[in-house]
């Protein structure tokens, strides 16, 4: 048994996770356009998401390179999260990596170290990267929100409105080849829609002319340990769009 099948089978994928070869050879990708904006719920005052965006980005973030990005989060106070968390929790990896994946917020052992994916749900995510063949520093891991929220809440729209322009610009610097959107905080803010995580994975979206793929947040698939099959269908996915990129570069 290699590793990479007895990772599989420690994490209850093994049979299921067998990848079927012909789908290595399907280099076809089938873009979906980003959908149709103002889809979000409204936040207090009655300002939709996008404007609330909007007024809150301020272009300010555009020159920034990494070093002033990573400052400028750990002086923000956008938000009233900064007041509660310990530290901020900006990204880790590659700078320039191909792969970026993108979740929700810090959690308690985020906030203690100051790296995202460090507890439990970060485990299961190393061993999801294994699988594919990555190496955590080999990728690049960053959360829609960079403070810890109280009680591990989802956060708020006007936090994600708030904290959003730093990942974009995250994006924007690291320029990567893919991105896999875990949860629906992260496909919500990145793909600018309200719709359920069922009704987007299995596609192709597009971020900025950036291929992104839905999938499960790692957490949901500790407590539902039977979609891991989908999460493996859904890292399949951007594998095999991985390679017709290259392929039709
Ligand atoms: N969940 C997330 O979405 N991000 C983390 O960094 C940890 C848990």
Not at 30 to 40: F, I, S, W
Not at 183 to 202: E, P, Q
Not at 230 to 238: I, M
Request: overall charge neutral.
């Amino acid at each position: 048994m290699d590793r990479r099948e007895a990772m599989l089978r420690e994490l209850n994928m093994h049979p299921m996770w067998v990848r079927r070869e012909q789908a290595v050879n399907t280099p076809e990708v089938n873009v979906v356009q980003p959908e149709a904006p103002a889809l979000m719920p409204e936040v207090q005052g009655g300002d939709s998401l996008r404007e609330f965006q909007l007024k809150n980005a301020g272009g300010a973030l555009g020159s920034l390179a990494f070093p002033e990005l990573k400052e400028k989060v750990r002086s923000c106070e956008l938000c009233a999260l900064r007041a509660g968390c310990t530290q901020t929790v900006f990204g880790v990896g590659n700078e320039q990596a191909d792969w970026l994946f993108v979740g929700e917020a810090p959690g308690a052992d985020e906030d203690a170290t100051g790296e995202p994916f460090v507890g439990h749900a970060g485990r299961l995510l190393d061993n999801m990267l294994l699988a594919i063949k990555l190496k955590r520093s080999e990728v690049y891991i960053a959360n829609v929100i960079k403070c810890r929220p109280p009680d591990d809440r989802h956060p708020h729209v006007n936090e994600v409105a708030s904290c959003l322009p730093y990942l974009k610009r995250q994006i924007a610097l690291i320029q990567p080849k893919i991105i896999v959107a875990l949860g629906k905080t992260a496909a919500s803010a990145l793909l600018n829609t309200d719709a359920t995580i069922a009704s987007l994975r299995g596609r192709v979206h597009e971020y900025h002319g950036i291929p992104l793929i839905v999938s499960f947040h790692p957490a949901y698939l500790l407590r539902s340990p039977m979609e891991k099959a989908k999460s493996w269908q859904d890292l399949c996915l951007a594998m095999d769009t991985m390679k017709a990129c290259a392929s039709q570069q």
